[in-house]
């Protein structure tokens, strides 16, 4: 399994008057996270999306943990957590400069047809993605 790194220094835009950053940018660093894994095996949201296709979330599981504030950095790290040929599922954990973990969940996504949202099977569209997906998937615990 690949686990792809990247960190985030904390702005105060993303935060609440407390300082503590609001929820939903979670989701932003997230897709920072899934960008950089996509980056690190080899490929592009923006070249796939030159060929037509799209990959839409269809679902986000998150779990906060404790709170990022602002003037820290944050380590994103992203995997690959489950694929079946249609559907991917990321896995994200967040930690903050002093290695508390602020967040776990999950995003899943599908790629679609940009013009009609019809699912797309990876395998036959991207089969070098469909490799590397393979590959670099979260295997079971045996």
């Not at 935060?15 to 997230?30: E, S």
């Not at 099977?121 to 615990?141: D, G, L, R, V």
């Amino acid at each position: 399994m690949l686990v792809a790194t990247t960190n985030v220094d904390v702005r105060y835009a993303e935060t609440d008057q407390m300082g503590v950053v609001y929820h939903a940018n979670y989701l932003v660093w997230c897709e920072i996270g899934r960008t950089k894994m996509i980056e690190e095996i080899g490929f592009s949201y923006a070249d796939m999306e030159k060929t037509g296709t799209l990959s839409p979330v269809t679902n986000v599981q998150m779990n906060y943990h404790f709170p990022a504030k602002y003037g820290q950095s944050v380590t994103i790290h992203t995997w690959i957590e489950d694929y079946n040929g249609i559907r991917i599922t990321y896995g994200y954990e967040i930690k903050n400069d002093e290695g508390k973990r602020c967040l776990t969940g999950t995003s899943e996504h599908v790629c679609v047809d940009a013009k009609t949202f019809r699912p797309m099977k990876i395998k036959k569209h991207f089969p070098a993605w469909h490799e590397a997906y393979e590959k670099y998937k979260k295997q079971p615990e045996a």
